[in-house]
């Protein structure tokens, strides 16, 4: 096994321990931020009906065309904004925050902070 291997292993496991205590609900989905290397993908998800409300990604083509957002996590900044105004214009207003097994720092708080800026409630 490789090192990237065992960064992976050791990820899936914390995000198995969050994932016990995490459940998204209709009224109060769970917002779930993937990071990859060069994107950044956020979905709220209601786990009691086992669908996707809501979802946005770095690697959509209005985003990529937006060439004066900035760096990684000014952009992961503006998905969080997205992801709450498309989740205010479908009523949803409060939310639960899925890590995904990555560290609190960086672009996955840069999501965070611009959910709350959208108005979203953790």
């Known amino acids: 096994m490789g090192k ?4 992976t292993v050791a990820r899936l496991k914390r995000k198995a321990r969050i994932r016990k205590k995490l459940f998204g609900t209709a009224v109060c989905p769970r917002l779930c931020v993937f990071r990859s290397a060069n994107h950044i993908y956020a979905q709220l998800i209601d786990d009691s009906a086992g669908t996707t409300v809501v979802c946005a990604s770095s690697n959509e083509k209005e985003i990529k065309q937006k060439t004066d957002i900035g ?3 000014k ?3 503006y998905i969080g904004k997205i992801v709450a105004e498309r989740a205010r214009s479908k009523g949803i207003e409060r939310i639960v925050f899925d890590r995904n097994g990555f560290l609190y720092h960086g672009r996955i708080k840069a999501v965070s902070e611009g959910a709350r800026e959208g108005g979203l409630v953790f």
Do not use: G, P
């Not at 990237?4 to 960064?7: A, G, I, V």
């Open 4 to 7: 990237t291997d065992l960064k």
């Open 71 to 73: 760096d990684k996590s």
């Open 75 to 77: 952009v992961a900044n």
